[in-house]
């Protein structure tokens, strides 16, 4: 079935520095979903990706739609504290269905 | 603001109960999605619906699970007989209509169901 594969798993870093993380898989999608999700909470999107090679900013983060269409990656910079939590990336295809596939996640830690 | 809104927003229930939860996505939302969430996990799709058709299910979605969309608003979805295994995150997420070329999904707060 589908997967995706997101690195790092986690991530230790200092406020300030800036941090990268992707999404791979073997399949195709159509729409790239980025997402940030706090303990008990439900996930808060952050970018939606709808071109191969789209570039889209919000804010200090910056998401790309890989060209293959079967990569995302997402740059955080000059990270904050409050920039801690588990971020999401998934795909969408929505050719013959709707389903969406999630990766496990990337844990960003920032120590102040 | 009248983002997605899920109830309860926790359950805990002893194994062999059947519960039902509930999904209102935002308004003018046609497309529905529910997802279970394990600790130290991503989402996993359950299933899909578009207006009141459910037009997708994953297999996990075993014979105890059912989810309805009656009128193409709310949604609820229920487990039946329920095992400690169903202990998760419940999320609910709508999209705006297909027609708008965007997918989007906004996520409620999620049910955290405890089975015991």
């Known amino acids: 079935g589908q997967q995706l594969n997101q690195s790092p798993q986690s991530m230790f870093i200092q406020e300030g520095e800036d941090v990268s993380m992707n999404c791979t898989s073997s399949?195709?999608?159509?729409?790239w979903l980025w997402y940030k999700q706090d303990p008990g909470e439900g996930p808060v999107l952050l970018i939606a990706l709808y071109k191969a090679g789209e570039l889209t900013s919000n804010g200090r983060l910056t998401a790309q739609f890989g060209i293959t269409r079967k990569d995302s990656f997402l740059n955080i910079s000059a990270s904050i504290p409050s920039d801690v939590g588990i971020y999401f990336c998934a795909g969408l295809s929505n050719t013959g269905g709707f389903k969406t596939i999630f990766g496990a996640g990337t844990r960003l830690f920032v120590k102040a | 603001d009248t983002g997605v809104s899920q109830d309860p927003r926790h359950k805990i229930t002893k194994r062999g109960q059947n519960v039902t939860f509930r999904c209102d996505p935002i308004?003018?939302?046609?497309?529905l999605y529910w997802y279970r969430q394990t600790l130290g996990q991503g989402p996993e799709f359950l299933t899909y619906?578009?207006?009141?058709?459910?037009?997708?299910k994953s297999r996990l979605l075993s014979d105890r699970f059912s989810a309805e969309r009656p009128k193409g608003s709310f949604s609820t979805l229920e487990i039946q007989r329920t095992e400690q295994g169903d202990s998760a995150m419940y999320l609910c997420a709508s999209s705006p209509p297909l027609a708008g070329g965007y997918n989007e999904q906004f996520f409620g707060p999620g049910t955290r169901l405890t089975v015991l």
């Open positions: 308004s003018e939302h046609n497309r």
């Open positions: 619906f578009q207006n009141e058709a459910q037009l997708e």
């Open positions: 399949s195709i999608f159509n729409t």
